[in-house]
């Protein structure tokens, strides 16, 4: 379902910045300002351009220009894979 997409790309947006995404808001305005104002939380630059990109195009008004969940998945494991690349033995020992 599109819907899932839209809440994956919200619960990953929580575990990478280790906050709840509308917290500060009060239930019945999410719909508000989700639906109708198009509100998305905003992407930290530390971030790639592709998890960027991942996560706003998941995030899209129109459901049906959202991805599919295997590409979301394919795109993951790329990014995962870069970035095993690049840490050293002695990272992964300290994380």
């Keep these: 379902m599109k819907a899932d997409v839209y809440s994956f790309a919200i619960l990953l947006y929580e575990v990478l910045t ?3 995404v509308f917290s500060n808001w009060q239930s019945k305005d999410i719909f508000d300002r989700v639906h109708y104002k198009n509100h998305r939380p905003r992407m930290w630059r530390v971030w790639s351009q592709r998890i960027k990109e991942l996560i706003r195009s998941c995030w899209s008004q129109n459901p049906d220009d959202r991805l599919a969940m295997k590409y979301v998945e ?8 870069e970035l095993q690349a690049t840490m050293s033995e002695a990272d992964w020992k300290t994380v």
């Design 18 to 20: 280790l906050e709840k």
């Design 74 to 81: 394919g795109v993951l494991q790329k990014e995962s894979a």
